[in-house]
């Protein structure tokens, strides 16, 4: 059983930067990849930011080069670090973490992002 706990979601103008946080409850070097989705109302989660372990992050086409996700495994933590924020980032924000054997997701209680224009 793996428990994601989100933190630093909130309000900002366009053009602002926020980070953030996922701690989880297990050692990240447990969890084969964790990513970052975001969910407005009457649409589909979507994948914004992804790495596995051991490997190189993958991004949404619509964030790239203004998200980065990095973690700091001494912490179990996974940030996202978010700059020159666009009211189209407005959702709520996901951490989700994947094992790959058995095939299972868990999924953090997700964090409000509201970007101004």
């Known amino acids: 059983q793996v428990q994601l706990v989100e933190s630093g979601g909130g309000l900002v103008q366009a053009g602002g930067s926020l980070r953030l946080s996922c701690e989880a409850s297990?050692?990240?070097?447990?969890?084969?990849?964790m990513g970052w989705y975001r969910q407005t109302p009457g649409k589909q989660r979507e994948l914004v930011a992804r790495?596995?372990?051991?490997?190189?992050?993958n991004y949404a086409d619509s964030v790239k080069g203004r998200f980065t996700i990095s973690s700091d495994n001494a912490k179990n933590t996974v940030y996202l670090q978010m700059n020159s924020l666009k009211p189209e980032d407005t959702a709520v924000y996901y951490c989700?973490?994947?094992?790959?054997?058995?095939?299972?997701?868990?999924w953090g209680q997700g964090t409000q992002v509201t970007v101004s224009s």
């Open positions: 989700n973490a994947e094992i790959f054997t058995p095939p299972y997701n868990y």
């Open positions: 297990v050692s990240i070097f447990s969890i084969n990849a």
């Open positions: 790495i596995t372990r051991g490997g190189s992050p």
